[in-house]
């Protein structure tokens, strides 16, 4: 009985199609216009990543608000692109971030979606992002590791680390001083954290 079981197995494993060095086969690249057709009525989930509330409104009727750092709201691809050929500064100051897309076609992946919107190069600095990148990064990140992730970030990164690491030394959640330091000597603001008023 045990060996039947082993011999469909073995059959079943047989009928998987395979490419001709016997790996399983991939499934075929989109083209670029196939990519646009899709993520035209694609979706996406839209995060505030700026501390304070986030508005955007055009001339069409599209909004998007979102009050208070974390929000989130589900947006169609095809606005984030026309938003950001309007707004770049959402987007270049990570004032927001796109952390997941909702599309049919599950082969479609955020980085699809970061170059239809035109965004690729920004999100680099990210391996996931969302709206724990940067309380990660403050608090559960080696001194050594996030000292070196902290020297190749651009400008408008440490701003929105230097936004979320003052939040949460207000919360008195971050406290380690090396990495409060290293913040304050990128930002060029020595001992600006010690004008900051902690929560009771």
Known sequence: MAENKVNEEVKEEVKKPTTKRGRKSQPKKKSKAELRKILKDAEAVVINNFGVKVKYEDNNGFELELL???????????????????????????????TEVICDDESVTLEDVYEYIGISKLYKEFA???????????????????????????????????????????????????????????????????DIKIED
């Open 68 to 98: 208070s750092y974390g929000d989130s709201e589900i947006v169609e691809v095809e606005e984030l692109r026309k938003m950001h050929v309007r707004k770049k500064s959402y987007f270049n100051n990570y004032w927001i971030l796109i």
């Open 128 to 194: 996931n992002p969302d709206n724990e990148f940067f309380t990660d990064l403050l608090l559960d990140t080696s001194l050594d590791e996030f000292e070196k992730i902290l020297d190749n970030m651009n400008k408008e990164l440490v701003l929105q680390l230097f936004l979320r690491a003052t939040e949460l030394y207000q919360e008195k959640e971050l406290n380690d001083f090396f990495k409060i330091r290293a913040i304050e000597n990128k930002v060029g603001r020595p001992e600006v954290f010690q």
